[in-house]
């Protein structure tokens, strides 16, 4: 006879709201119906960071699996349509280059486009940057969007985008979501943890009001102090400042502006970089920077200064340490959010990994016996997404010319991950990629900032030597005279949103 099958587990108590805690709900009450009992506590005076205004293409198939309307969601969120992210000042002062969201060209032979672009580069015949190969930036610049088409023989199907939009108006629409499906939300703040004396698992939380709340799962959505995965559960942190030092940022929001340009600018300053966030009803500002280099003080009034619009409130200040948890998963409790660790915001992560926690965590539900293979195996692909995502991230701040200022000089000259190192590496000798699979980056994004940031390889791939006959300079004319077509036929970013899904907040 088999064994009995442990029961399954009847409730979940999530700790803190914003962006993690509703996304939470929502996708938990979305795949687990009336079978588990959802709670979530959160404290208003608490609040939340609120800052993750810029997203990844990702986010569109976890709304999607939530069964949300795009245009509704863009109209309740104020958002605004993204296309990639253009990086001034980030090789040296004057140079500035596209991460798009798609690829660069169009496929016409066996041999990948930026294969052959690095040939023609390299050997004289192609002056152009392949940012001007890439749909993604020729809509951005030109201010215009629509979306992909499916047929893969048109141009207008080689690029993506994600969404720009306001952090508290998403968590507030997913609550009203997740509350519909039977979420119970609790007004609180936690001020104890209670452990189970035989397991050390967390048994029960208390609220300053002086109620016990218990429960066979937790997560922990409370930020970056993580009550529970950290203060109760001690998980430790693994802190990566000496590869990414800054640890401030600096933000405020400034009024809309009559264009919504489709993309995020992050400019590079002297002691980090400033990102800039065009969404329907105002823009999201922000100084990252490392405190060891500028003051607080002079890092607002930097931020302030460079406004090109009226400041709609005062500057806030955040604190960061670059990282993670050792453990993301311990005993019954998961952090999700940035109580799992905090991944500066510069390609626009921060949703995603809370994305994909909720679905890792989704795919590895435990039952009652909570058996720690899942989360040893939760905490192992965990904790490969955030490396990877690290090395992808250093790579900007490693690939610099700069010398103007300390941070600078620092980055430039500092050690970096063997992992990074072995990328660059085939990449500056042979133009070759290397990566896995499963990685979140994939080619275009690492091309991208490579070439962007000058690392240029030494030689093209050998196989592009060995196919003379392709008429390469046939298909790039071709190519770009697909691009400017069909950017010309399409409407301006700012008419879209009018037309298909204006902000509901003003």
Request: hydrophobic fraction near 40%; include cysteine.
């Amino acid at each position: 006879m088999s064994a009995p099958q442990p029961a399954p587990i009847r409730n979940v108590l999530i700790v803190g709201g914003g962006s993690a805690g509703w996304m939470t709900a929502a996708a938990l009450a979305n795949s687990l119906g009336n079978a588990c009992e959802i709670t979530l506590v959160e404290s208003e005076a608490i609040g939340t960071v609120g800052v993750g205004e810029a997203t990844i293409p990702p986010i569109r198939y976890f709304n999607q699996r939530l069964g949300i309307d795009e245009a509704t969601f863009v109209a309740e969120t104020s958002g605004s349509y993204k296309l990639g992210i253009q990086f001034v000042d980030w090789a040296r002062i004057g140079q500035s280059y596209f991460h798009p969201f798609g690829q660069h060209g169009a496929e016409f032979d066996q041999v990948p486009f930026y294969h052959y672009w690095m040939r023609e580069h390299l050997e004289g015949r192609v002056e152009a940057p392949i940012d001007d190969f890439s749909m993604g930036w020729a809509m951005a610049k030109a201010g215009k969007f629509a979306h992909p088409l499916p047929d893969r023989r048109q141009i207008q199907s080689t690029f993506d985008y994600a969404y720009h939009f306001d952090a508290g108006l998403y968590a507030q629409y997913l609550r009203r979501y997740a509350e519909a499906r039977g979420v119970r939300r609790l007004e609180g703040r936690v001020v104890d943890t209670a452990l189970d004396p035989e397991s050390g698992a967390i048994a029960s939380i208390k609220l300053d009001d002086g109620r016990e709340l218990a429960a066979e799962f937790f997560v922990d959505c409370s930020g970056f102090r993580g009550l529970l995965i950290e203060d109760a559960l001690q998980a430790g942190y693994e802190n990566w400042q000496h590869w990414l030092p800054c640890d401030r940022a600096v933000a405020a929001p400034s009024a809309g502006e009559t264009t919504i340009d489709p993309y995020t600018r992050s400019t590079a300053k002297s002691a980090g970089w400033q990102w800039r966030i065009p969404l329907q009803h105002r823009i999201g500002n922000g100084y990252v920077h490392c405190s060891e280099f500028i003051g607080e003080d002079e890092a607002t009034a930097t931020l302030v200064g460079s406004l090109n619009s009226q400041p709609l409130s005062d500057p806030r200040v955040l604190r960061f340490v670059t990282g993670r948890r050792k453990k993301f998963w311990d005993k019954n409790c998961v952090a999700i959010g940035l109580s799992a660790g905090f991944m500066e915001p510069l390609e626009s992560t921060s949703l995603h990994l809370i994305q994909y926690g909720i679905l890792r965590l989704l795919a590895l539900f435990p039952d009652s016996e909570m058996s720690p293979l899942l989360a040893e195996e939760y905490n192992r692909q965990t904790a490969v997404e955030y490396e990877r995502i690290r090395d992808f991230l250093i790579l900007h701040y490693k690939a610099t010319e700069r010398d103007d200022a300390e941070l600078w000089r620092y980055c430039s000259a500092m050690a970096i991950p063997d992992s990074l190192q072995y990328k660059i590496d085939h990449f500056r000798d042979y133009g070759l990629l290397v990566a896995d699979e499963r990685e979140l980056f994939n080619n275009p994004s690492w091309i991208a900032v490579y070439l962007g940031q000058n690392i240029v390889p030494k030689r093209a791939p050998a196989i592009t030597q060995m196919r003379p006959d392709v008429p390469v300079a046939d298909r790039f004319a071709a190519i770009a005279n697909a691009m400017r077509g069909a950017v010309a036929e399409m409407p301006a970013h700012g008419d879209f949103l009018a037309r298909h899904c204006p902000s509901r907040h003003g």
